[in-house]
DNA sequence: CTGAAAGCGCTTACAG
DNA sequence: CTGAAAGCGCTTACAG
């Protein structure tokens, strides 16, 4: 157990060893060897001692000399819902392509800990962060003026003006009950979460419009709204509460993919038909719906441009400036 | 927009602002005013001075100081497993009990990716990394024995000596397999993927144990086994050629949760009844699988625990000495 | 009670 | 063609 492996190779190692500067060492390993007109041969001698004795940078050091990382930040709300794994995969991708490496964490959707994670990354010095927000996080307004390097993804947050990139909600699902009714439904339910998400409001108010430009009074006992965070047994007895009061449901709008399958098994236990989900429209889909309800119709979410855009505009902030905030992207609606 | 505002806020700003040293800031915010016998009016100058510019220390040059950054590093499969995001859940919960951060990446299961994100947090200085390792991870073996700090959780990789934190898979296989003999089914059939990994090879095992105990030889014509990034059209092809090869099949282990949903709509589209899964048996479980298949017996991994487990180990190396590698956990096994 | 100084491991003008 | 040196922003012995 030799004392000099005790710390990590650094530098001044290679440097010591083959006998040069550490500048000279920084400048090969760069790659400016050429450009600074160090010999082919000593070059050869430190990136092969580099090589050989596994030589890993000192990020910290090299961010702290540099003033960048080359790194962003993404805090999701949750992991356990696929929507959010694939919003972080395509921002992973994205950033990857500019060389930046991304570190996710959760929110889970609690906003204390979304703004302590927001401060440990800017501790970190990331270049720039990516977050799914809460209700709470108003407060970024003032981060942000300090030059916080922040992009609001999926949704904004009510009087924050912060840059963000979310879908036309409000559209998507005026089209989805539009189609609905087209096809002669008109006891409509809307199965919701989450209300106090303005994605989750615009996705209401998207129905209630198209309600009314059929000339169908909103009936509230047609809205079926479960908690953020409702278990299986809150979500079925809103449901029961939900059939009970209106028998002949004829049709249903779910303003996101999570109750879906939750309702599914619901009926199904009741002995309830739901067909191939010809009657039912949802926000946003996940592989299982084509499997379980392949007539379901559907607003696919732009997620991995969601995604992209939302990196694009953290590495070239003219993109930001040109574009108004928020960014807002298209549905791709599926009419079934 | 003042030229000062350029730079975040340091040690040295404060220290200049209120008039002190920077170790006297340092002790200040860290905690060790007292200790240091800083005065009381000292310290509220310094820590108000703080508070109202938002301070933010930096952790790269903490770190670098330091020479410990309280970070851990998570390497997953794959975000969209719900079983990855449980464990990804586990540590980063343990994690945060020691005060530690984590930083989650994925590999997509791909050794160059894997061994590409190692490196990049050993750069970063994480104090250890948690990976749930491809079958091409040998190479860590020399990374390890050169002071890597790297625990595998969920399986190991053979020929590898880097610890490790799984469940006792070939046991919990063989006692689903053996549940479903003493039902009374003799044609169980296997539905299996990633084959290269330890962990699936083990639950295969399993299965081959209980067929030989209960009597039974191996019949290949009942192991289907689907590639790692099948999509749905290769493994219903595979489920037909099931099927076919097949026709008086009545039971079906799975090794793995992700084959269990499409399997259930690929019978459910032709016909064949599943009823409550009486008949099937599976590794892991997925809520929606109480939802779908209440009747279906399961081994339940044993998430929170293992990733806490992996946490400890990387943070109290004395638990990593004394235990053997790997530690082996048990399931929860539920025969229904 | 507080400060000057060295050091962590990089990068990059500035000299020769 | 290559090196000495300053600086990034912290922490912590060591002095007073």
Redesign the pocket.
């Known amino acids: 157990m030799s004392a000099s492996s005790r710390?990590?190779?650094?530098?001044?190692?290679?440097?010591d060893a083959v006998?040069?500067?550490?500048?000279?060492?920084?400048?090969v390993?760069?790659g400016?060897?050429d450009a600074?007109?160090?010999?082919?041969?000593?070059?050869k001698k430190v990136q092969d001692f580099a090589q050989a004795h596994n030589?890993?940078?000192?990020?910290?050091?090299?961010?702290?000399?540099?003033?960048t990382t080359k790194t962003l930040g993404l805090i999701i709300s949750s992991l356990s819902d696929p929507f959010y794994s694939s919003i972080a995969k395509a921002v992973v991708s994205e950033a990857g392509k500019s060389g930046y490496t991304v570190m996710i964490a959760t929110s889970e959707s609690d906003s204390e800990k979304e703004r302590a994670l927001v401060s440990s990354m800017h501790c970190r010095r990331v270049d720039g962060i990516i977050v799914t927000p809460t209700e709470g996080a108003a407060w970024m307004e003032k981060d942000t003026a300090a030059g916080g390097n922040i992009v609001l993804v999926d949704r904004s947050v009510s009087g924050l003006s912060t840059p963000s990139v979310v879908v036309d909600n409000e559209e998507s699902a005026f089209r989805l009950v539009s189609h609905l009714l087209k096809k002669g439904r008109r006891k409509i339910a809307i199965v919701t979460t989450a209300h106090n998400l303005v994605n989750m409001q615009a996705r209401h108010a998207g129905y209630e419009r198209a309600l009314r430009e059929a000339g169908i009074e909103a009936n509230s006992r047609l809205v079926c709204q479960v908690p953020p965070d409702a278990d299986i047994r809150q979500i079925n007895a809103e449901l029961d509460r939900l059939l009970r009061d209106v028998p002949d449901l004829d049709g249903i709008f779910f303003t996101s993919h999570v109750l879906v399958l939750p309702t599914y098994v619901h009926f199904a236990e009741r002995g309830i038909p739901t067909g191939r989900g010809e009657q039912w429209a949802c926000m946003h889909t996940l592989p299982d719906f084509e499997l379980l309800l392949p007539g379901m119709s559907i607003a696919q979410m732009p997620i991995f441009e969601m995604g992209a855009r939302a990196v694009d505009m953290l590495l070239h902030k003219s993109s930001a400036k040109e574009g108004a905030s928020p960014v807002i992207l298209p549905c791709k609606i599926e009419l079934r």
Chains 1, 2 share one sequence.
């Not at 030589?55 to 003033?67: E, F, H, I, Q, V």
């Open positions: 710390r990590p190779l650094s530098l001044r190692g290679i440097a006998g040069v500067s550490t500048a000279t060492v920084s400048w390993l760069s400016q060897g600074k007109g160090i010999s082919a041969a000593t070059q030589y890993r940078p000192n990020m910290l050091a090299r961010g702290l000399s540099l003033g």
